[in-house]
């Protein structure tokens, strides 16, 4: 969250290892789930329509920060990428043992990592 008490905390002294900007892209990773989180129980908690609207949309637009820094993290390490893969092919093969059919993206509402949260 927001912390604009010191004007210097944005400042740093170096530029960062590219093992240090991964981690840093993590934690954007992080920030952006907490605020789709935020956004999303503020819009559960109002009957505003037009706050609703807004909020939401400024939430989903969150989700897409979200698949952006997730393609920027699986480009910056591709080892990383490959758990990924590995989780995802286990959670196809878990869909199969269910014999549940994947749909394909086309006919998905969402096809964003940010789908993936709860709405
Ligand atoms: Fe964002």
Known sequence: MASFANPFAGNVPRKMTKEELIQAIRLNIAGELEAIFVYDAHVQAT???LAKKVIADIRDEE????????TLLRWL?????????EGEQEVKEMLDQLNIVEKPLSEKPESTVGSLIGK
Do not use: Q, R, T, Y
């Open 63 to 70: 989700k897409a920060h979200v698949g952006e820094l997730m």
């Open 47 to 49: 009957d505003d329509p």
């Open 77 to 85: 390490d591709p080892e990383e990428a490959d758990h990924f893969a």
